[in-house]
């Protein structure tokens, strides 16, 4: 460990990383009853269909609450631009759609005016937010408080566990689903096992890239651009998310002479299809990481997961471990994963 790993050891980032178990589970206590309030107003309301206002790793969070809303209820959900109020002004027609907004400060504009027009429209209205009183929770019906507490790393790590866990148990409360309450009480004590998973294997690996791939599929997708975004904010590395059928539709050419990937691959349906394109890339030449205890035959090196007994809630524990694994890569690579350069932990944009 260099002299910068070590005067970093205990990073506000590496805290707050530990801190997510305990913050899910105040989140689905404490928060349970603003959680059952907000997925009592979308059942009466019985939208026709939903979307979701987010940026940066809130998007990501939105982006899984598609996949787990898809998945459970059949019900699309689409992500609109929040500049198509802020920017153009134009309020889209949304009064039987049903509207999740995500953001941590609750303070940006374009956020905001988005999620004002939409509940101006006549859409039932939620936002999930670590700041109860800002004025996205003043514009919307119903506000899910994430309960994450301060957070001093620019790097989102328990607001974006915490903001997806939100819409999850929305979507479970939302269905009766008798499987995913179970799961998701659970969930604290699998993302602690989740923060004992060694990723260091990969930290040795990616010495001498400036760029690799991250890929997942269905839930697991959303998880791999959260991951693309943390390679880049926290240890100045370009990275790029694909789902592992789109990365096969051109991106998988540049994959060769040790070009690095890592595969999010849950035990879901997607899985088998997960383990066929890291084999493939794996078979070009690219050093393919999996977390998945049995890939195919020289199909990539094996990454530790903590496996929660639901394909739902497995892509949240596989986020947990990459947050402590980037942690440890950043300060690695003699980055300060608190401080990006030329980034803020709060961003407003209009």
């Not at 506000?12 to 105040?26: D, G, L, S, Y």
């Not at 790097?155 to 939100?166: D, E, G, H, L, N």
């Amino acid at each position: 460990m260099n002299e910068m790993s070590q005067s970093m050891s205990q990073t506000h980032m590496k805290r707050e990383v530990a801190e997510i178990p305990a913050a899910t589970r105040r989140l689905l206590t404490e928060g349970g009853r603003a959680i059952a309030a907000a997925a009592d107003a979308l059942r009466a309301a019985n939208p026709n269909f939903m979307v979701t206002i987010a940026r940066g790793s809130s998007d990501h969070a939105a982006t899984y609450f598609k996949y787990c809303c898809e998945l459970i209820l059949r019900l699309p959900v689409a992500s609109v631009g929040p500049s198509i109020a802020s920017i153009y002004g134009v309020d889209l027609r949304l009064g039987r759609a049903g509207v999740i907004t995500i953001s941590q400060s609750g303070k940006s504009p374009d956020i905001v005016a988005m999620l004002e027009s939409a509940a101006a429209s006549g859409a039932t209205s939620i936002a999930i937010t670590n700041t109860a009183g800002s004025p996205l929770a003043r514009a919307a019906g119903h506000v899910v408080d994430i309960l994450a507490g301060t957070e001093h790393s620019v790097a989102a790590t328990k607001t974006f566990v915490t903001s997806a866990v939100a819409g999850l148990a929305i979507v479970a409360d939302w269905a009766n689903d008798v499987a995913l309450k179970t799961a998701l009480d659970r969930l604290p004590n699998d993302l602690e096992a989740a923060l004992d998973c060694d990723w260091s294997a990969l930290v040795e690996a990616l010495d001498g890239h400036n760029s690799l791939f991250v890929l997942g599929r269905g839930p697991g997708a959303a998880i791999a651009s959260e991951a693309a975004l943390k390679f880049k904010e926290t240890s100045g590395l370009h990275a790029e998310a694909y789902s592992t059928a789109e990365v096969l539709h051109g991106p998988a050419a540049i994959v060769r002479d040790g070009f690095p990937v890592l595969a999010l691959c849950s035990a879901d349906k997607a899985r088998a299809s997960i383990l066929e394109t890291c084999a493939r890339l794996a078979g070009q030449g690219g050093a393919v990481f999996v977390t998945d205890p049995d890939p195919e035959p020289d199909g990539g090196t094996p990454l530790p997961s903590a496996r929660t007994g639901h394909p739902l809630t497995d892509p949240i524990a596989e986020v947990v471990s990459f947050y402590s694994f980037i942690e440890a890569l950043a300060r690695h690579r003699g980055f300060n994963p608190d401080t990006p350069p030329h980034l803020r932990k709060e961003t407003s944009t209009l």
